[in-house]
């Protein structure tokens, strides 16, 4: 079965630092690029980055760049969102994505999303 699902959410501080996990398993997701969304209670869903199939190349959201990281350990198939400087407008539900086609580091549409994780919790108390 075709699935991805993301871990490491949780409770934290501003200020603090969070790695998220998405495992992806079932057909052979290191072909495709992996994206970040996030959504926030009452807004809409936030493209938050994206990375290559090959892991070389990233691509942020604007607000993202230099507090987010992303990469991945095709091996394992594991990709890695590492976030620092939290603050309590980070506070979403984290999901990974896939957009099958496409293996390039790019901004991602959420109606073109083929996966979807069922997302991870992150909570940032001020």
């Known amino acids: 079965q075709d699935q991805l699902v993301e871990s490491g959410g949780g409770l934290v501080q501003a200020g603090d630092s969070l790695t998220l996990s998405c495992e992806a398993s079932?057909?052979?997701?290191?072909?495709?690029?992996v994206g970040w969304f996030r959504q926030a209670p009452g807004k809409d869903r936030e493209f938050v980055g994206a990375?290559?199939?090959?892991?070389?190349?990233?691509y942020y959201a604007d607000s993202m760049k230099g507090r987010f990281t992303l990469s991945r350990d095709n091996a394992k198939n594991m990709v890695y969102l590492q976030m620092t400087s939290l603050q309590p407008e980070d506070t979403a539900t984290y999901y990974c994505?896939?957009?099958?086609?496409?293996?390039?580091?790019?901004?991602?549409?959420?109606?073109?999303?083929?996966?979807w994780g069922k997302g991870t919790l992150v909570t940032v108390s001020s």
């Open positions: 990375i290559s199939s090959s892991g070389r190349t990233t």
């Open positions: 994505a896939v957009d099958v086609g496409i293996p390039t580091a790019q901004r991602l549409a959420a109606r073109a999303i083929d996966y």
């Open positions: 079932g057909r052979t997701f290191s072909h495709w690029a």
